[in-house]
């Protein structure tokens, strides 16, 4: 029996009462009940997508010894969404390892910083995004930035994805799409080339990302099944650390300066975490049987490390009813120490609010474990 420490709801109770006890039930009931309150009360239901037609395309492709010594294929890719007369793109680059004996492993990463953190031509060293020790290790890897999608400030829904539906800015509904649900429908997109690249193994792909950015990889990956992994780091408050009980941020800060990250309708509960009809170790739980990773650093009170271990140690009941293991002890583990036994990994290392390449180390080692053996 797990210890109820925070007094979250059980994430195997559904609204009705109904008491899941079987991975069918799971599947069937409460999987698309939790899929439906995230999105109607937190992240935001995406628009009508019937009328939006989706083109993307390899602008460029090269392999020389300027992109990382010979050993990465390098694909420039524009995503083009065309809705009545509008349009709206995005580009990334994917670099794919040059010597591969077949379809690889990938890795996408949501960059919420600038192009020294996402560099496409590769002019920077980047441990945020290191894709050169990403490619040494038989991954191939994307990344896409957020503020081509939709700009990380308060601009109206008017810029970006949102362009394509002038009807919401006005009159906007409570429900409406917040930028994080775009950020993952980029994501997605990107998941959409993957299935075209025959380099590529869509089947192992894992979606990744760092605070906001890791917010968005968890929900991009609980909604997207096409992925077989999420890593969220120091997502914090609204990503993967629980509500209630918080010990640093609170949905009341993060809705103060950041409100269009979500629906309207998550300013209901700031103050009230406890009416919420649900918390973050169900976003975690929704991925499942999947795998999860989660990290977080000893300098960063503000995301709340005890409260995101707990979610990892809260939704690990939805892994055990498909006979996983998942998370591997329910101890928070020391510094330095990474849980990597079962379906939900997490480590804790020194250090601030920040993903650097001991983190990226970490995931590849839980993948090579998980994700990348066959």
Not at 135 to 151: D, H, L, M
Not at 178 to 189: D, E, L, Q
Not at 233 to 245: W, Y
Request: negative net charge.
């Amino acid at each position: 029996m797990i210890e109820n420490k925070r007094n979250i709801p059980s994430i195997l109770t559904c609204l009705d009462g109904t008491e899941v006890g079987d991975w069918e039930t799971w599947l069937k009931k409460r999987r698309s009940e939790l899929l439906n309150l995230f999105r109607q009360e937190e992240y935001g239901f995406l628009p009508d997508m019937s009328e939006v037609e989706i083109k993307i395309r390899v602008a460029d492709s090269r392999r020389s010894e300027e992109i990382m010594q010979g050993r990465a294929i390098r694909n420039t890719v524009e995503v083009e969404a065309i809705r009545n007369g509008i349009h709206f793109s995005f580009t990334f680059a994917a670099f794919i390892p040059a010597d591969a004996k077949g379809p690889v492993p990938a890795f996408v990463t949501v960059c919420n910083r600038g192009i020294k953190d996402s560099d496409p031509a590769r002019h920077f060293l980047s441990s945020f995004y290191p894709a050169e020790t990403i490619i040494s290790r038989g991954y191939a890897c994307a990344a896409f930035r957020t503020q081509e999608v939709s700009p990380d400030y308060d601009e109206g829904f008017t810029t970006g994805f949102s362009r394509l539906f002038p009807e919401y800015v006005e009159g906007r509904s409570d429900d409406a799409w917040g930028a994080i649900t775009a950020w993952a429908w980029a994501a997605s997109r990107i998941m959409d080339y993957f299935e075209m690249e025959p380099l590529i193994d869509e089947k192992r792909v894992a979606l990744v990302g760092h605070s906001r950015g890791g917010k968005t990889a968890l929900w991009g990956t609980a909604q997207d099944e096409r992925f077989a992994m999420a890593v969220s780091s120091c997502a914090g408050n609204s990503g993967d650390a629980l509500s209630r009980g918080a010990k640093g941020e609170k949905i009341g800060d993060i809705v103060k300066r950041f409100p269009y990250w979500f629906c309207k309708n998550y300013q209901k509960y700031v103050d009230k975490e406890e009416t919420l009809p649900f918390d973050q170790h169900m976003l975690l739980g929704l991925i499942a049987p999947r795998l999860v990773y989660t990290s977080a650093k000893t300098f960063d009170s503000w995301a709340d490390p005890e409260g995101q271990f707990e979610s990892c140690i809260q939704a690990s009941p939805v892994y055990e009813l498909f006979g996983k293991k998942g998370i591997g002890q329910k101890k928070r583990p020391l510094p330095e120490q990474p849980v990597h036994e079962g379906r939900i990994g997490h480590h804790y290392k020194t250090g601030n609010h920040d993903m650097d390449e001991y983190d990226w180390n970490c995931y590849m080692d839980f993948a090579d474990l998980h994700m990348k053996a066959k």
